[in-house]
């Protein structure tokens, strides 16, 4: 699918909360936010960075007692808008290789860009605390996910506080209206990287 979604960095947990129990947020929710659930994300890449050099993410995460895997294409991140292809579906375990992808989609798309049986190396590491709330305005709905944790890479560990605020159908104006709202209230700015690229600046760092 084509994912659009607007990433909001919060300068710490506690405008994070505010933002999440806004009025503005309340005003759209269609049900309140739940408890944090933690979230632990591995990015994959072959030794050779194929992955990192065509600009393409493959990630595996274990959410409760489920894993899922997600490889999205190349994109680009503008003002805090990340817009680009993903594709997404559940998987066994942390991953070894392409092969132990299902076969589908995704798995075809990987194998596109490495071999079946090259090894994977998990670069980054994304180690979330995270609260979802399902918003809706005049028939667009928008998943609004808040994130509080570490990426790490390269031994390296920075913390994050994140809004996500994802369109699943309708206006990207409407998303792009709420992120303007929050941001006029609260201590929130365009996120200028996503989380895989951050920690891939963690990587490459020395």
């Given at each position: 699918m084509y994912e659009q979604e607007l990433k909001l960095t919060a300068a710490n947990a506690e405008v994070l909360?505010?933002?999440?129990n806004s009025d503005t947020i309340q005003r759209y929710s269609l049900a309140p936010a739940p408890q944090p659930q933690r979230f632990l994300a591995k990015y994959y890449d072959t030794k050779n960075r194929t992955l990192e050099n065509d600009q393409c993410s493959l990630r595996a995460r274990r959410e409760g007692r489920k894993f899922r895997a997600a490889f999205k294409l190349p994109g680009h991140i503008t003002d805090g808008m990340s817009q680009r292809q993903?594709?997404?579906c559940d998987i066994d375990g942390w991953l070894k290789n392409a092969g132990k992808l299902p076969?589908?989609?995704?798995?075809s798309l990987v194998l596109?860009?490495?071999?079946?049986?090259?090894?994977?190396?998990a670069m980054v590491t994304v180690?979330?605390?995270?609260?979802?709330?399902n918003l809706e305005v005049n028939g667009t709905k928008i998943e609004m996910v808040a994130d509080q944790g570490t990426i790490t890479g390269n031994g390296r560990e920075?913390?994050?506080?994140e809004i996500e605020l994802e369109l699943k159908s309708g206006e990207i104006n409407i998303v792009k209206e709420?992120?303007?709202?929050?941001?006029?209230?609260?201590?929130l700015n365009p996120s200028r990287l996503t989380k895989h690229q951050i920690g891939l600046e963690l990587c490459n760092s020395r």
């Open positions: 909360i505010a933002a999440l993903e594709y997404e076969d589908g989609d995704l798995k596109n860009h490495i071999e079946e049986t090259e090894k994977l190396f180690d979330m605390q995270r609260q979802i709330v920075v913390e994050i506080c709420i992120g303007d709202e929050l941001k006029a209230k609260y201590e």
